[in-house]
């Protein structure tokens, strides 16, 4: 599978956003994909997660009620959309996928077995 994250950019607080994953090499719709962001001197962490079905979308409560991941199964792509953003999502955003059974939904990073090269989000104060 390679994946391709886009979207990153800079903002100002209060801004929007919407990052795009799109995937090929696999079947898509057998892909749980997630979200997870790095900030500088920091671990990569869990942002939002989406299941093969799209029904199962927890969220990190950094980002509750803030972002909202979604899927296109017909054009193979999974997006972030970033509302309100604030200076402490500034960060390397990356999507990762992992080809699960059923509804499994990979909850830990190391689950996933294919990530993307990642798009820079800066949110100016």
């Known amino acids: 599978v390679q994946l391709q994250a886009s979207g990153g950019g800079l903002v100002q607080a209060g801004g929007s956003l919407r990052l795009s994953c799109a995937a090929s090499?696999?079947?898509?719709?057998?892909?749980?994909v997630g979200w997870f962001r790095q900030a500088p001197g920091k671990e990569r962490e869990f942002v939002a997660i989406?299941?093969?079905?799209?029904?199962?979308?927890p969220y990190s409560d950094s980002v509750k009620g803030r972002f909202t991941i979604s899927r296109d199964n017909a054009k193979k792509e999974v997006y972030l959309q970033m509302n309100s953003l604030k200076p402490e999502d500034t960060a390397v955003y990356y999507c990762?996928?992992?080809?699960?059974?059923?509804?499994?939904?990979?909850?830990?990073?190391?689950?996933?077995?294919?990530w993307g090269q990642g798009t820079l989000v800066t949110v100016s104060s």
């Open positions: 989406i299941s093969r079905s799209g029904s199962y979308t």
């Open positions: 990762a996928a992992k080809s699960v059974i059923l509804t499994y939904t990979p909850m830990s990073i190391d689950e996933y077995d294919y």
């Open positions: 090499g696999l079947t898509f719709s057998r892909l749980a």
